[in-house]
């Protein structure tokens, strides 16, 4: 039972680059949420998934796009990634009805 | 607009001591606060949880009080040791089918020894 994966672990990209961050679950969660993380700012929700086959914005949508690809599945596009993107993105889930939000280890993205 | 406000950003604790991070909310619709704990390189973990209708909650050295009048809470932690040593978070989610955790801004805590 590996809980929350994310890849990859690190990524450089150059601005106007392209790029998925991937994430699986297999706690058989309906809800999938990615935050990013910055100096000072806490963790802030970016998209959310309640369950397969939806999805909808977070508080800094701007810039991403997600797809819930299965009920494990949960992926976050940068389509043209710029500076302000360098963050560390975390993939989490929860189960239905359940507030307890799981984690994954992260991915550290530089914008350069 | 933040909505969870939270306080020290860092604090130091000698072994054996007690640290006490404290966050407060506006948002009346709250109704569930939980604390998560992030060592570094790490994701956030969930650490202890607390609903309005209770005014503390013990887990181990780990106490959570809520002042539901004064919309603040606050995490104490006995006993610090060096392991505790990490970034904890405070949360409140608003329930009424929002899939939304509003967190703090985080509070590093280094325990010396």
């Known amino acids: 039972n590996a809980g929350v994966t994310q890849t990859p672990k690190f990524q450089v990209l150059k601005t106007g680059q392209s790029m998925t961050l991937q994430c699986a679950q297999d706690m058989n969660h309906n809800s999938m949420y990615w935050y990013r993380q910055d100096p000072g700012m806490g963790l802030r929700l970016i998209y959310y998934s309640a369950s397969e086959g939806t999805t909808d914005k977070g508080e800094v949508p701007n810039g991403y796009n997600v797809s819930r690809l299965n009920k494990r599945e949960f992926s976050l596009r940068l389509e043209s990634a710029a500076p302000s993107q360098t963050s560390v993105y975390f993939c989490?889930?929860?189960?239905?009805?359940?507030?307890?939000?799981?984690f994954g280890p992260g991915t550290r993205l530089t914008v350069t | 607009q933040q909505q969870v406000k939270q306080s020290p950003q860092s604090l130091i604790v000698q072994k054996g001591g007690i640290s006490i991070i404290n966050c407060a909310y506006e948002n009346t619709a709250f109704d569930y606060f939980p604390w998560y704990q992030q060592f570094p390189g790490k994701g956030p973990a969930l650490l202890i949880a607390?609903?309005?209708?209770?005014s503390e909650k013990k887990e181990g050295r780990f106490t959570i009080s809520f002042n539901k009048s004064a919309k603040q809470f606050s995490l104490h932690i006995m006993d610090s040791q060096p392991g505790d040593s990490a970034t904890y978070f405070c949360a409140a989610y608003s329930g009424a089918g929002s899939y939304q955790l509003t967190f703090g801004k985080g509070t590093k805590l280094s325990v010396i020894p």
């Open positions: 607390i609903r309005p209708d209770v």
């Open positions: 989490a889930s929860s189960a239905q009805g359940v507030v307890e939000q799981y």
